[in-house]
């Protein structure tokens, strides 16, 4: 397997989206996100992409772990814990200038256990009150 920092190959991104059920974005959109993206990490196996995950965020109160996806044929054999593993080495080093730094996950539905596993809570049960997303109706 090898690893790719900051890979912003917009079609590797729309196949991985697309291949985990979530569709994928138009081509534009998708190079505005990968530019706007702090940090990424790409995984491959015999130059396939197979895994990513990405941070977004201000670099120094608040980042987000976004987009963590294993193509469905890699899912299980810890690919995302790599990628996770990963993001977590660079949110360390942002945490040296700023310890107090705020990192939040947005787990897919039933998910939840998988960022269990690094440490994240629901923000209810670190007294935060509840997430929420705005719905255009």
């Known amino acids: 397997m090898e690893f790719k920092e900051n890979n912003k190959n917009i079609e590797e991104f729309n196949l991985l989206y697309d291949s985990v059920g979530w569709g994928s974005y138009d081509s534009k959109i998708t190079k ?5 993206t702090f940090y990424s990490i790409s995984v491959y196996d015999n130059n396939q ?11 120094i109160c608040f980042l987000y772990i976004q987009d963590i996806m294993v193509m469905p044929e ?9 990628v996770m593993n990963k993001l977590l080495e660079k949110v360390k080093e942002i945490k040296k200038e700023n310890p107090d730094l705020r990192v939040y996950v947005g787990a897919s539905k039933d998910r939840e256990k998988f ?8 923000r209810t049960d670190a007294g935060l009150g509840y997430g929420m997303i705005l719905i255009d109706e």
């Open 32 to 36: 505005k996100a990968l530019d706007n």
């Open 49 to 59: 992409i197979i895994g990513y995950g990405r941070i977004i965020g201000d670099t």
């Open 74 to 82: 890699y899912q299980g054999k810890k690919i995302g814990t790599l």
């Open 115 to 122: 960022y269990e596993k690094f440490g994240f809570v629901k």
